[in-house]
Each structure stands twice: as C-alpha cells, then as structure tokens.
C-alpha cells in the first residue's frame, strides 16, 4: 500500500477535507480541470527524471499557483526542487522547530524540540528560498514558499505519520493541517469536529467519604470547571447514598455512567470497599469481578455465566431505578465476549463502545491493537499492552466503526498513552497534573479531534485532596480557554463525532461573500465545519453548525467582505 492510501487519506478524512484523487498516470493532467482551493502532490519521487510528463505537471502547477491555488507537497522535488538533490541522507530520533512563529507551527514553542520513537531519515537538502519551518538535523522536514499568488508547502517526508517512527496524536497533527489551511485559496473549508472535551472516568467506586465528602463530590468539582465525567462503574462497590448522588448527577444531565465491572470485591481485611449485599458468589480467587470476560483466566466466560452476569447487572439497575445507563460502554480492561455484544446493545442501548482489542480476547502484550478508523484501518501492527517495544506506548485515537458478528457499534476511544504511559495519572502533585492533562487534552485540540481526559477514581481520584483536585481542575480549564472549548457529555460529544463519520462535504463554492457547501451522508445531530479566511495578515476561522439531514444538504453562509 502506498502511502496516499496508508498515510494521507486517514488523514484527509479525519479532517473532513472535501478532495479529488487524480492518478495522472492514468489520466492525463490536460483532464483535470475545474477551480480548485488546494493541490496535494501525495507521493514521493513522484516523477523521477525529465519527461513528458514531469513538464506537463511543473507547467500545470506553475500555471495553478500563479492563479492563486495553493500547493502542498509530499515530494521533495515537487514543485520546487532543492538547490542540491543529495545523495547522503540525515536521520534523527527528533525534529526540531524553527524559532520563528507562523501560522503552520503557531501552536509550538519557537525552537521546540520534540522527540520521535524512531529515527527518521530524510534528504540532506536544501531550499534557495521558501522558509524551514521544521528540521531534522538542519535538513528541512517542512518548508514554505510564498510564490506569486499561490502559496506552496513541501513535506520533505510522510514517513513520520507511521507509528513506527511518530504517528497519529503524536505532535504534529496540527502542523499537518494548519499547512494545507495555510496554502489553500480562500476561502477554504473543512468539515472538522468542532473543540470538544470530555471526561472519562473508569472504575468508578464513589470514595468520597475517605474525605469526609459525599460519594461523588469530585464529579461536583469538576462541573465547576465545565467537566462532565463519563463514569464507568464498577457497580456493587458504589454504597445506597452514592446510588442517590448518581442518581441526580444523570439527571441533571451533570455526567453519564454505565456498568464497567461488578466491583472489586472485599476479599482481604485490607480491601474496605462497599459491597452490595445482594451481589454475585465470586467468579475469581483475586483482584476485581468482571462482567463480560473471564480476565484471571484470559478466556471468556461459559455462556451460563456470562448470561447470569449480564442478567445480575440488570437486577441492580432495577432495584436502583431509575437509574439511566449511558449509551457509551467502556468494558473492564476493554475486554468482551462476542456473546454479550446482543444484550448490551438490545436490552441496555449501547452505541457506542470504548475498546482497542477484537472480542473475545484478552488485554495482553501479544494481543493485536484493534483495526478500527480513523487511523488504525490499514493493518499497521502493534499491540494492546503497554510494552513499548511493541509500541504499546503509541497514543490510541479511535473513532470509527466496527462490526463483530453482524453487530455494529460506534467505537470511541481516546488515550494520549505516550505522555505517562498509558492515562492522565493524577496526584497531589497539582503543578504536574495540570500538565500531563494539558498535554493530552491539547493533542487531541490541536489534532481537530475528540479530546477526553482520561483516569481512574479507584487508583487516582480517591488519593486526591479535595483541595488540590479543584486547583487542579480550575488550572487545566484556564489553560484550555484559548482553545473555547464545548465541554460536553460524553453521550452527546459521540453523537456528533459519529454524525461528523457519516456525512462529508462534496462540493463548495464562493460567490458574492457567501460561501455554498454541499453535504452528502446522513446525521441524527448537528455538524460543523469550518470557513478560513485572509483577515489582517493571519488566518481567521468560523465554526458554523449543519442540521441534521438525509441524503443531500445544501447549505449557504454569509462570510463577510473579501
């Protein structure tokens, strides 16, 4: 697979960048007509020597940037070649940004210097104009040129989007975007997920009272701060009085929950959870009682058991009805039994799962990482555990379908694992917490992705001061503000993430300060897009909602004077 295919077109899609692919060795460039924004030369060596061809294409994007349209290429040589086509080649295990700011790298500090997992090596070339932005050892990775009304970027690499060697959600997602805004004609649009942050909680006990707190008085603490905590119980553990606080928390539409495991059972005097009284015999001689898979034993449960399991789950519901279950299920471990994919879905209305393996197999370094959109569709190989070596340590940013046994579910699952190792990790130490979760929230920011704070309250929350826990949150929501961020349920935020797969612009065009897009698919809720435009020597943005639609939708909007 090449990498227009591997690399490039997970990535157009993810930003909802409406594109034409042209193989102009099977059409010829005379065919290729129409007004376009923005040019992709997606292939290195794309037209190696001198021929009929590579004429035809330097005249055809002469002729295109001259008219204004903007060029982006992933061809060292295309459409400017360096001023020594070098035969040595330079590699590092880290890029370094130039100390000027512009619009491409804004949202890097001036000299960053950022690591790789691997080494990458390019060309040991040079530009005689144009600007280097990014470097790998004074060798230009990203370089910009501003040739009469066209504006050009030349990615000397793709290479870094393997996660081998870098990868999605590793850094430079933004840079990848903001260069394509950056050199299109404007206006110019993109059909991207407007800045929305969630939070999502796993094993979720309601400690509160080793605070002297209510059972659930963090979730409170970070509703000040805009957090809606997706929770993922671990449903025997939270006591009568925490049932209630839930309760309220649903209701007021201040968080979301559903089962994640049966709980963590007081097998030791040390263990001083609650546990309902009513609960399941022990299906394990340690550690937590699962619900959908038989973790201790790495295989899933008889059918029997899995069967009494999922039925004891609704048993608890009723006797704490009404009690809502979340449309989001996030499995223990993210391990699950096919067999159980009929019940959640039917009987609980799960649409949406959160796992990064296949059903039926355990959370194990030898366990295949889950192939799933947007970014992990092409067989790139690493696993699930958390063994680096095995790029278990890559982030995950999943969203996108799966099918398992003729049962489809929208699978959303969002871990920055690069940053600690696998989640936000909060402690008492509020100045670093702050920081691991800016870091993780703003990857995916500056990536136009779903961000979600990730953590665990049975292994961080619960050791948490309250105190600090607020500082905490009140630090990381004024460190967001630039961003104007839309804290969201997570229920909701899915909804529109999967409206956002769903749907995509065909077609736009400008005409009299109004911008006219047209959109195919279908969606159950609002969508976005984003209008970029010239204004006062920088590029301005609008997000401008879409209603639900059917089939096709056409939809006008005023973009003010040229």
Same mark, same amino acid.
């Not at 060795?25 to 007004?35: D, F, M, P, Q």
């Not at 968080?255 to 963590?264: D, E, V």
């Not at 969201?488 to 749907?503: E, F, G």
């Given at each position: 697979?090449?990498?227009?295919?591997e690399l490039?077109?997970?990535?157009?899609?993810? @930003?909802?960048?409406p594109?034409?692919?042209?193989?102009?060795?099977?059409?010829?460039?005379?065919?290729?007509?129409?007004?376009?924004?923005?040019?992709?030369?997606?292939?290195?060596?794309?037209? $190696?020597?001198?021929?009929?061809?590579?004429?035809?294409?330097? &005249?055809?994007?002469?002729?295109?940037?001259?008219?204004?349209?903007?060029?982006?290429?992933?061809d060292?040589?295309?459409?400017? =070649?360096p001023?020594?086509?070098a035969?040595?080649?330079?590699?590092?295990?880290?890029?370094?940004?130039?100390?000027?700011?512009h619009?491409?790298t804004?949202?890097?500090?001036?000299?960053?210097?950022?690591?790789? @997992?691997? &080494?990458l090596?390019?060309?040991?070339?040079?530009?005689?104009?144009?600007?280097?932005?990014?470097n790998?050892?004074?060798? /230009?990775?990203?370089?910009?040129?501003? !040739?009469?009304?066209? =504006?050009?970027?030349?990615?000397?690499?793709l290479?870094?989007?393997?996660?081998?060697?870098?990868?999605?959600?590793?850094?430079?997602?933004?840079?990848?975007?903001?260069?394509?805004?950056?050199a299109? !004609?404007?206006?110019?649009?993109?059909?991207?997920?407007?800045?929305?942050?969630?939070?999502?909680?796993?094993?979720?006990?309601?400690?509160?009272?080793?605070?002297?707190?209510?059972?659930f008085?963090?979730?409170?603490?970070?509703?000040?701060?805009?957090?809606?905590?997706?929770?993922?119980?671990?449903?025997?553990?939270?006591?009568?009085?925490?049932?209630? *606080?839930?309760?309220?928390?649903? =209701?007021?539409?201040?968080?979301?929950?559903?089962p994640? &495991?049966?709980?963590?059972?007081?097998?030791?005097?040390?263990?001083? @959870?609650?546990?309902?009284?009513?609960?399941?015999?022990?299906?394990?001689?340690?550690y937590?009682?699962?619900?959908?898979?038989?973790?201790?034993?790495?295989?899933?449960?008889?059918?029997?058991?899995?069967?009494?399991?999922?039925?004891?789950v #609704?048993?608890?519901?009723?006797?704490?009805? /009404?009690?809502?279950?979340?449309?989001?299920?996030? /499995?223990?471990?993210?391990e699950?039994?096919?067999?159980?994919?009929?019940?959640?879905?039917?009987?609980?209305?799960?649409?949406?799962l959160?796992?990064?393996?296949?059903?039926?197999?355990?959370?194990?370094?030898?366990? /295949?990482?889950?192939?799933?959109?947007?970014?992990?569709?092409?067989?790139?190989?690493?696993?699930?555990?958390?063994?680096?070596?095995?790029?278990?340590?890559?982030?995950?940013?999943?969203?996108?379908?799966?099918?398992?046994?003729?049962?489809?579910?929208?699978?959303?699952?969002?871990?920055?694992? #690069?940053?600690?190792?696998? *989640?936000?990790?909060?402690?008492?130490?509020?100045?670093?917490?702050?920081?691991?979760?800016?870091?993780?929230?703003?990857?995916?920011?500056?990536?136009?992705?779903?961000?979600?704070?990730?953590?665990?309250?049975?292994?961080?929350?619960?050791?948490?001061?309250?105190?600090?826990?607020?500082?905490?949150? =009140?630090?990381?929501?004024?460190?967001?503000?630039g961003?104007?961020?839309?804290?969201?349920?997570?229920?909701?935020?899915?909804?529109?993430?999967?409206?956002?797969?769903?749907?995509?612009?065909?077609?736009?065009?400008?005409e009299n300060?109004?911008?006219?897009?047209?959109?195919?698919?279908?969606?159950?809720?609002?969508?976005?897009?984003?209008?970029?435009?010239?204004? $006062?020597?920088?590029?301005?943005?609008?997000?401008?909602?879409v209603?639900?639609? *059917?089939?096709?939708?056409?939809?006008?909007?005023?973009?003010?004077?040229?």
């Amino acid at each position: 697979m090449d990498q227009h295919e591997e690399l490039l077109v997970p990535y157009l899609e993810h @930003f909802g960048i409406p594109y034409v692919a042209q193989d102009i060795n099977r059409s010829k460039l005379l065919e290729i007509t129409g007004e376009w924004s923005l040019i992709i030369i997606s292939h290195m060596k794309f037209l $190696d020597g001198a021929n009929q061809e590579s004429e035809q294409l330097k &005249a055809f994007l002469k002729k295109e940037i001259q008219s204004g349209t903007g060029v982006v290429s992933f061809d060292e040589a295309i459409p400017y =070649k360096p001023k020594s086509m070098a035969n040595m080649s330079v590699g590092n295990d880290s890029v370094h940004f130039a100390n000027e700011k512009h619009y491409i790298t804004e949202w890097h500090k001036p000299g960053e210097k950022m690591r790789l @997992f691997n &080494a990458l090596n390019i060309a040991n070339n040079s530009y005689e104009s144009g600007k280097n932005l990014i470097n790998i050892t004074g060798a /230009p990775l990203l370089a910009v040129f501003q !040739k009469e009304a066209g =504006k050009v970027v030349q990615w000397t690499s793709l290479g870094w989007a393997r996660p081998q060697i870098l990868g999605p959600w590793a850094g430079l997602d933004d840079c990848l975007w903001r260069s394509m805004v950056w050199a299109a !004609k404007k206006p110019f649009v993109m059909q991207s997920l407007p800045p929305l942050v969630t939070m999502r909680v796993d094993d979720v006990a309601g400690r509160g009272h080793l605070w002297n707190e209510s059972a659930f008085y963090w979730v409170h603490i970070a509703n000040k701060y805009g957090f809606k905590p997706w929770m993922s119980l671990f449903i025997y553990n939270v006591t009568p009085d925490g049932i209630q *606080e839930l309760r309220q928390i649903i =209701k007021e539409g201040k968080g979301t929950a559903s089962p994640h &495991a049966l709980g963590r059972p007081p097998r030791t005097a040390d263990i001083d @959870f609650y546990y309902y009284p009513d609960a399941l015999e022990y299906r394990a001689k340690e550690y937590d009682e699962f619900i959908f898979y038989n973790h201790q034993e790495r295989k899933n449960f008889s059918d029997d058991i899995l069967q009494e399991n999922l039925e004891a789950v #609704d048993k608890w519901y009723d006797a704490n009805a /009404p009690l809502p279950i979340s449309n989001y299920l996030v /499995p223990h471990h993210g391990e699950i039994a096919i067999k159980a994919l009929p019940h959640i879905k039917e009987k609980w209305g799960i649409e949406f799962l959160g796992i990064g393996l296949e059903p039926d197999l355990p959370w194990s370094d030898k366990t /295949p990482w889950l192939q799933c959109g947007p970014f992990r569709v092409n067989g790139i190989k690493g696993t699930i555990g958390l063994n680096p070596d095995l790029m278990g340590d890559r982030p995950e940013y999943y969203n996108g379908f799966v099918n398992f046994s003729g049962y489809e579910f929208f699978n959303s699952r969002v871990v920055v694992r #690069d940053v600690t190792g696998y *989640e936000w990790e909060p402690d008492n130490d509020v100045g670093a917490t702050v920081d691991r979760a800016v870091e993780q929230l703003t990857r995916s920011l500056d990536g136009l992705g779903l961000a979600t704070l990730f953590t665990h309250e049975t292994d961080f929350i619960y050791l948490i001061k309250p105190k600090n826990w607020e500082e905490e949150l =009140k630090k990381i929501n004024e460190a967001l503000a630039g961003y104007e961020p839309w804290y969201m349920l997570t229920d909701d935020a899915l909804r529109i993430v999967r409206a956002h797969t769903t749907s995509k612009i065909e077609n736009f065009k400008h005409e009299n300060n109004t911008i006219t897009v047209d959109f195919t698919g279908s969606t159950d809720v609002e969508t976005y897009f984003y209008i970029f435009q010239d204004e $006062d020597n920088t590029i301005a943005h609008k997000i401008v909602a879409v209603p639900p639609f *059917e089939g096709f939708f056409q939809l006008s909007s005023d973009i003010g004077p040229d």
